[in-house]
């Protein structure tokens, strides 16, 4: 039986689309090895250079279905048009193994992670303002003024959950904070190495000393 000190943690990273979410984890898993990244299922089609059992496990509609009646998974959701969810068997093992997890999923799925187990870390990806946003969907130069008022109504609704999560990182403009990214990485990771130093982590390491020090 594994003890609360050698089991990993469950860390939940959720935020708009746009926030960057994304390249933040890539960023934290490529420069901590010590953290791992936990690889989905989606129905969704591979986009160029994507690589089945790297970026996700890309399954077909009736498989997803099977896995949902089997009760496969730990969490699901759609998310636009697509089905994504975390297998509970990938969860349980790097926790097992002692991994701390990340989970990059949509703000229902961590909702959802966060509601059926408190010892989840839910940690929100903010850009930092309302214009940093508009910009950038303008920069990317393929939205109508009619789409970009839609996301930016969907982004106020997400913004909303913000409140139900422990952490809110704020990614800045990386046009004022050139080294925008490395301090968000750095910020998710303080999180993860504060919550590895937590008196419950550090229990069987104070009974051993204190039992060693009555001796
Ligand atoms: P994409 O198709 O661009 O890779 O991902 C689309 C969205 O699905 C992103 O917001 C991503 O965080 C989310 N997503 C990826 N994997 C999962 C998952 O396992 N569960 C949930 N709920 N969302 C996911």
Not at 107 to 113: F, I, R, T, Y
Request: glycine share 6%.
């Amino acid at each position: 039986m594994l003890t609360m000190a050698n089991r990993g943690r469950l860390f939940v990273v959720s935020g708009p689309a746009g926030a960057g979410k994304t390249e933040i984890v890539k960023r934290l898993i490529e420069t901590h090895p010590d953290v791992k990244l936990s690889v989905s299922c989606t129905t969704r089609a591979p986009r160029p250079g994507e690589v089945n059992g790297v970026n996700y496990h890309f399954v077909t509609e009736e498989r997803f279905d099977e896995l949902v009646a089997q009760d496969a998974f730990y969490e699901w959701a759609h998310v636009h048009q697509n089905r994504y969810g975390t297998l509970k068997s990938t969860v349980q093992k790097e926790l097992a193994e002692g991994h701390d997890l990340i989970l990059e999923i949509d703000v229902q799925g961590c909702l959802q992670a966060m509601a059926q187990d408190p010892t989840v870390t839910g940690i929100f990806v903010s850009p930092p303002s309302r214009e940093n946003l508009e910009q950038r969907l303008r920069r990317r130069g393929t939205e109508t003024e009619e789409s970009i008022r839609v996301r930016l109504n969907n982004v106020a609704s997400e913004v909303a959950t913000a409140y139900r999560y422990h952490y809110v990182i704020i990614h800045q403009d990386w046009g004022i904070v050139p080294n925008a990214l490395e301090i968000a990485t750095e910020e998710v990771y303080a999180i993860i190495a504060a919550r590895r130093l937590e008196l419950e982590n550090r229990r069987d390491f104070l009974d051993a000393l204190s039992a060693s020090l009555k001796a």
